[in-house]
Every structure is written in C-alpha cells, then in structure tokens.
C-alpha cells in the first residue's frame, strides 16, 4: 500500500490545471531560522492524498526539495547524510556528474546561471504551482518572501514558467508518454507501462523485485515525526520513505537555430523553402509529429486526432511493425529516450530492461526576453528513485550514445551533447538518409538534483 | 585463425611500485604514441591492459598483465618483445625475479613464459576473428559507408545497387577477407552443440541420478545454510572507491572493467567456484561463441583468473558502452551466471540457493563493484571505437558483399549501415 498522504503530490500530479509555475532556489543562511521556517510551510505542501469527493480543485500547489548540500545545512546530521547515493551527494555539477551527463563546452557547470560551481549554492528548491497569476503570487508570498524577516534563507534564483498549450518550444506535443506507479489511483491508457512503486519512490519493492538500499538517521534522534524504524538495521530510521529524487535542467533551446536547420537541409532543388518536408525532418529526429501522433503509428504525415487521443497516441511498441526504424528511426529522441522492445535480444527482454530505465516527467516550457532576443526551452524535471540508473542512465547510455541501437555515429539530435559534426541516421529503403552536421539545439543553463522528502521526514527536518 | 588469453603475474618489487606506477600511467597516458611500447605495431593484440593489485596488506604488491592475442603464445612473445622491448625491460625490471639490466629478447620471452597463468575462463566476442579479419571489414563497410554518403541511390534498381557497391570496393583496391567460419555458421554451431550436450548429458544424468541427486540434496542444503550465515555475519566495512576509475572511463566507446575480490574462506565456496567456472568456460568454448556472454551482448573479451593460492578472483572484461549500462546488463540478462560466480566471494549482495538474490539486489551490486573495480593504468584497444555489434555488422557485410543475395539479403544488408 501506498502511503499517499506522506508523499509529495508532484510525483503523482503534474498540477496539469495549473498553468503557472515558478521555482524557487534558496540558500539557507541560518539554520535554526531556516528549521522555524520549514515547520511553517509543512503544512502548505502539496500531498499525493486524494481530493474527497466533491472537494474543489485546489488553485495552488507547493512541492519542495533538498540538495545534498541543503540536507546538511537545514540541519541533517553528517552521518544520515552520508546514507545518501554517490550521484545525489556529488550533486548534478560535479565533474564526474557532468562528464556522465554531457555537460561539457557552453553547457558545462561553469557556465549556468544557478546550479553551478560558480554561483550561489542552492539548498532548497520550491516548485510553486497555480491556476492564475494572482494565485502564483499570492501562494508565493505565503510561503517563501524575501521580505520575510528573519527566515535565515536567501534567493538564489528564481525561474518563472508559464504553460501555454502542451507544445514544447519546438513545437511538439510534449508530456505523453509517462509510466504509471503501481498503486496509485486513476486511469491507465494504453500503452502505458505500469510499473513498481519502487522505481519511483524510497521504500517500496522495484523493477528488480528487491527493495532498494534506504537513507537513514539514528533512531535516537528526538522527533515527532514517527519515521519507521529500519528494518535491516532497528538503531537506524528510513528518513528517505515515500521520498524520491528531483532532477531539474534548465534546457534552452534554440528554436531559430533548429528550424534554420531544418529548412536548410530541406530545400527544394530550386533553393526554396519546403515547410512539410522540414516537419518531416523533425518529427523523424523526434520520433513523433508536432500533435503528438507516433510516427509508428502513421509514419506518412502527421494525424492531429491520433495526436490528442490517450486511448491510441501511445499504444505502440517497435518490434512487431517498425523494428528496422523505417517509420520511427531507431536513433530518434522518443526511441531513445524509451525503446520500449526494439532492442536485442528479444521483444520480451528489452521491454523489461527499457522499464528498468523509466523517469516520469514533469518539465515545463520557459521563456523570456534577453537583449532583444527570444530566450525559450524547457524546464525539465524528472522523478525516480535511482538517479544513476533511471534519469542519467537515459541521458548517457541512449541519448549521448554514439552507438544506439547498433548504430555506429549519432547521438539524440533532440537532447544530445552534440558538437555541430553530428550525424542524424534516416532508415529507409534502399539504404538510410544520413543528415550531416548536427549542431547542438539544446544547452544546459542550471539544475540540481534534489530530494524531495516524504512529509514526515519533511517534519523531522525542521524539528530535529 | 583463433584468439587465445594470455596472462601474466609477477610479484612488484616492495621500493619500486610507486616507480612502477608512474611508469605504467606514462605509457597509459599516451596509448598508441608512447615509445615504451608500439602497440599499434602489434598485429597480433587485440586486447591488453597491465594492473597494479597493491591495496590488500595481505598479500603481497602484485602486475597483472593480460593479453587477448591472435595465434599462439608463442608467435604473440615474438610480437610483443619485437615492438615492446623498452617498454618490457623497464616494467618487469621493477618486478621480482628480473635478474637482467637489460634482458635480451630470448631472456625476456623465457621471463614471461615463466610467469604466465592458466586462464581458467576465458570468452570471445567474436571467435575465430583475428585482428587483420575485423581491420579488414572495419574498412570494407567505411569505404562502403563513405560511397553511400556520396551517391544517390534512391532512383538506382535494387539490383544494381551491390553491384554498384562491390564495382567501388574494386576500384578502391580493398579485397574482402571472408571469414573462415561466418557469423551464421557460428550460431547453427553453437545449437548443435547445444543439442549434442544435451544428448550426451541427459541419459548420463538420468542414468546416474541415484547418485547425484541424493548429493545434489545435501548440496543445497549445506549451500543454503552457508548463505544465510553469510547473510547474518557482520558486514565487512566498505572499501574506498578509487576516484581516477572515473577519469579512466567513457574516453572511447569501448571500456575496460577490473574487478579483484576475495574468494570467501573454506573448501565449500572454492569448490562451487571451480565448478561453475568449468562451466562457464566449457559454454564460452561451446555455446557462448555467438557474442554473448550469458546474454550481454558487449563484451569483446573476458576472463576469470584464480590467484594467490585461489584465494582472490579476477575478472576482466573489455566491453562497450557505459559502466552502469554494463552493470545493468549484467543484471538484466546474466544474474544467474553473475551471482552463481560472485556470491562466493566476498561482500557480494547475498544470494539465495547460488542463483537468485545477489546482483538482483541493484544498488547494492553496483556499489560492490565499484569497492572492487581496480584502474588499469595500461589499456590498449586495436580498435576501440567499434562496439560487439558494429563488428558483428561489419563482418557480415564484408562476407556477403560479394556473395549472390535475393532481395530480400539484399535489402537486409543495406540496413546494416
Ligand atoms: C529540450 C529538450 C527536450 C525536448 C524538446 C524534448 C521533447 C520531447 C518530445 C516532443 C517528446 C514526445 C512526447 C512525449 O512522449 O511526451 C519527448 C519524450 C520523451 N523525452 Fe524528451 N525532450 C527533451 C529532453 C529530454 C531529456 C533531457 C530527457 C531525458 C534524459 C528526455 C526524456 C524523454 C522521455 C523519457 C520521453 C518519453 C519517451 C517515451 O516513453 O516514448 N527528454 N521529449
């Protein structure tokens, strides 16, 4: 059984209804402030607890998370922190991280705007959610003020996003396909992988049907909060149950940059611009049209209505009909990012490994104006319970890879750490389309990798 | 012609490691460029690395130089002091047992000889391939690739498409080697051995099952009492995990795995780990010939090697890809061999009845590996880009580019690329 009310309501809501967001990245400048602060706002965060019925719609939402460098600065004793995984304690800027990552040239840690080793320390991030603009602000001031008095914590970036449709700047439908979690109420559509609650939260049986190692504290730790004792070990309390990790990238993207590109390797023989063959072209880097429709599914031109339909747009699987990748390339994002049965040995066992390797995806569109100029991209988050297997495993091994599915030199043209001599592979007959000179589309501008506590642990922290 | 293992340990002179290793991580720094050793001059190398095991105070400062090598040891010697001699002289002489200044080639190859090991498992990606084989059908398939990229055949008749092809592989000068035995011959032999070991064993066991079966029994129970005293005895603390594995990883597509640990003490687990190594060497001779180890399909080579009086067991393995992608097909598609292997050594996740548990245990498999993993300050690939399945491509087309095709072979080739 799931405990629902113990667990922050991000990882089983994208807040969908709520079209504004912000997120909040504070330094902790005092600690025993900043606990009195933390205990204040427990009681705004936002639950996984279901709505009885005929309660409203709430008009806000508030989710918060720690850094490894946050957990030990709110306080959190040295010896529960080191419980933590490598990835989560070097944090998403560390060398190793980045070099796993990609993170490298204008989109190395040194460069970010938050996050990195350059600009101020961030302990806390708080994802504010809201159904109107007065509501963000009204929410805001509630919780986090930097004219609050004396709250021992300080700004240190602070990113707006505003959702207007569900198109990603690209201009692709964005946030289809997401695994379910075993045990949580609501509807399942086809094609979506039900998976173990494990895979996304601390404290429950995973994919490999075993129980993940658990981040503890002490037992003799004074609190109210009524952490579960460790089973494995009775001196030891699971501080991380019904927590999860919170990966975050500001993903800017360069939309001039992508459809010059598009138009150019697109061009009729008279040199002049041809729009649906250039649409052609970025649904077959995407692995999907620009509504959404799978290319699997109809790989001549695009199906607005298969697009939008949960029941048909991600009821698909590689194997049986597309295994060579002449609808959907092999090397395109969604298949990367996701290969479902496509790979060896057999239908069966990928698409066993490919749920081993699932993150579910709460990221958000961005814009704003710098010099004259259209800035935009993603805020990406995404949720699971082993950063190295789940999220970074994804970007390193399918998205960064050279060598995706027996290929021998291309990377995700979407979300890869491309270099400008990338090369992007077409199946078709009689032999592939190859595009020459992928520049990288996407830069990396700031993140963290955070904890986001189950709600009792929330309170432990800010009493103990 | 066939590949084969050669590995060699000597015992490090206690004042000259710290020599040693400086010496190793110059030539390591600079692979293919370093005078010390021409690898690339090496023809008969496909695989090498040289390993420092130093950090376990009960046992003494020890190299470990493993080779996966063309043709016999013999010819590999002549090859490696003809291109390496500098190189040899000045590691080994910082080596127990090295009486030369400067030791003629005859003296080091006696030296080497002298110090090589049995290899009690050994597996091959792509058996019976020798280096010149897969240069040639790296080069065949670029040269291809380089054509395809340059022409337009989108309007061509399929049925001139391979001729096309193979008119440009002649003008280029370059002659496709055919593999002596081809990919597909090599997977009906592994099913006929498959079935002939079926035959040969079935009536065998059945036969004599009065007397294994009871053994069998009191196996499992003794195995079974053992592993959950494993279970409850105390952990061992954690080891330190080496910072420059990190920087040694992911430079080519291609990477290198060293895993050392202690057997666990007593006859019981040595014993279990002899018999499946047998095992596994038998299949890696006789089944796993297709490029794939228990099902992970991105080893080049691997090897199992007992030493210090069986009391340690090292494992090396050349694969593609990333270290957690590795790990994470071990345990997707090889647990059962993986954990059978490991679970007799020490600080391995527990595992239940040899099989099950152990590696399944994700997280905890993965953080034993890396306590265990030791930096290869030396590793040489011939050709460290490729990954199992671009080989297995590439000799595929380079064997049948020349051949008589239907359409559909045809069209099936086209795709590789
Ligand atoms: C700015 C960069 C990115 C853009 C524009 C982008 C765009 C998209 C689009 C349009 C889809 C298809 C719609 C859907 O299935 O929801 C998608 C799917 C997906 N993306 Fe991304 N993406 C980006 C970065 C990333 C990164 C960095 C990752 C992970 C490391 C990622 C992981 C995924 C996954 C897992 C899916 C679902 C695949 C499936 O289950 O079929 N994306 N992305």
Redesign the interface.
Known sequence: MLDLPDIQGIVTSGYAHMPHSRYLFLTVTNQEQAKLWLKSVCPHITTSARRSPGEAKPHFAVNIGFTSLGLSAIGLVVDAVNTF?REFLQGIAHG?RA??LGDTEDSAPDRWEFGGPDTDEIHVVLLLYATSAAHLETISTQVWDSSMPNNGLKKAYCQESFKKGVDEPFGFRDGISQPAIEGVPGKINPGQSVLKAGEFLLGYMNE???M??MPTVAANIESTAALNISSANPTRREFACNGTYLVLRKLSQDVDGFHKFLDEQTRNPDNTSNQSRQTWLAAKMVGRWPSGAPLTLCAASDDPQLGVDENRNNSFNFADTDL?GFACPIGSHIRRANPRDSL??NPK?SA??SD??RVIRRGRPYEAMESEKKEQGLIFIALNA?L??QF??IQ??WIN???FG?L?DTKDAISADNDGTGVMVI?Q????L?IHGIPRFVQVRGGGYFFLPGIRALRFLAES | MGQNALTIITRILPDQIEALGKLLDEIGGDITGNSWIRFHAIKSVQFACWVILKDDPNFPPILVMESSHDGDTESHLNDLVTFGMAGLNAIYSKCEGFPFNFATAEQMKLYLNSHSVSTPAFYIGVPGQSLPSIQNAIDIRKTI?NF??TVD??E?P?ST?QSRIQQHLKTSGINPQISPITLDQQASRAKRNLILLIIVLAPLLLLLSPIWFPLLIIYVIVLRKIEKADAAAPQLPPLPIDPRL?DHE?IF?QNHLTTLVNVKPGKFRLGTLKVILWIISLLAKIYFITG?LG?I?TIHFARWILMDNDRRLLFFSNY???W??YL?DF???ANYGLTSVWSNTESFPPAKFLFW?GA?????F?QWSRQHNVLAPVWYSAYPDE?L??LQ?DIQIRDTINTSLNRAEL?TL??R?
Do not use: C
């Open positions: 995984p190793e070099r796993v490999y049907g075993v993940p190692p060579e060896p040995p066992k066993m490994v081993r390797h082993d190295q297997r970074e495993f390193q091994t890879t050279p060598k027996g021998y199946q007959k009689p032999v592939r190859k | 690739e395809l990229d055949l989108t061509v399929l498409v990190f992911d597509v794939q099902g399909p593609d890809g990333s957690a992608s994470g345990v997707d598609k548990g399944q245990h994700i997280e905890e993965k990954t399945w671009n491509k069209e086209l795709q690329f």
